[in-house]
């Protein structure tokens, strides 16, 4: 077996072109208009799910997926597995390719991803590292073009929180949009300074800005969006991140200053920091729409990647 697809692995956002994104998530509101229709796309396939974190969402979203288009997917937690042995990833990722069709993994290190992905011979999708979380800013595009139609370009986004992985896939995914991006966050936990650099020679693609004041940052956007003050592998860190965070929140006086604006969280939330008990409440209908779609665009993602008859089943749609 070989990579012999356009897009063999989904690792980042930068990575895949505009249009193929949009192909992308044309064919998850098709997956989600019409499930039924691709109910065996994806027969006698097999994806491996490799987590060293935990999850609600991305494990039953992608288990979920991939019985719903006709295959099956093996959850290998890192506790029952060789892998949390030590066994390294290049052998995994050899070992796993002459069994399955794809590979989704979670982890911390984004460069184990990248090895994963040079040695396994079937794609490999990027289901969350410290860097980046490209399923779901994918999936959030997807909500937020579901809401307010197709054309993004210009579209004001005002991201809250920490400079962490998902900070770090709205920069990518505000220069494959064209979006308005800026983003709210203390002195010192900024998002990756590379990207921040990438985003500045690029200007022209998408705008971001990082700035101090959750205030600035919400005027006038027409999405508001944030994320857990400490991520997963950051437990040690809880307490002086609240005190570095305090203030960094969706709260009434930040939707005041937006315009009339969506709310998205990718969850899990923490009512009372990042985001007010009230205002998660008032938008819980979206932010679990955004967590529904998480089973459309990934499904979108397993046809796009396991299965190169798409096109066929893409043209039988429309
Ligand atoms: N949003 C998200 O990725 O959720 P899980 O950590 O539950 O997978
Ligand atoms: N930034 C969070 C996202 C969880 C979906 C984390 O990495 O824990």
Known sequence: MSKTD???DFLDLAQWSRT???SLLTLAAKLKAEPEKFSQVLAGKSLAMIFKKSSTRTRVSFEVGMFQLGGQAVFMSSVH????RGEPLKDTARVLSRYVDGIMIRTFDHAEVETLARYATVPVINGLTDFLHPCQVLTDIFTIKERLGSDLAGLKVAYIGDGNNMANSWINAALRFGLDLKIACPAGYEPDAALLEQANLQ????KVAVVLDPLVAAQGAAVLNTDVWASMGQEDEVRERRQAFAGYQINDKLLQ????????HCLPAHRGEEITASVFERYQDLIFTQAENRLHVQKALLVTLLNREVEKVGGEMS
């Open 81 to 84: 597995t060789q892998v949390g």
């Open 20 to 22: 193929d994104l949009e």
């Open 6 to 8: 356009k897009h063999k």
């Open 203 to 206: 200007s022209d693609r998408g």
């Open 257 to 264: 200053v937006a315009k009339d604006p969506l709310v998205l």
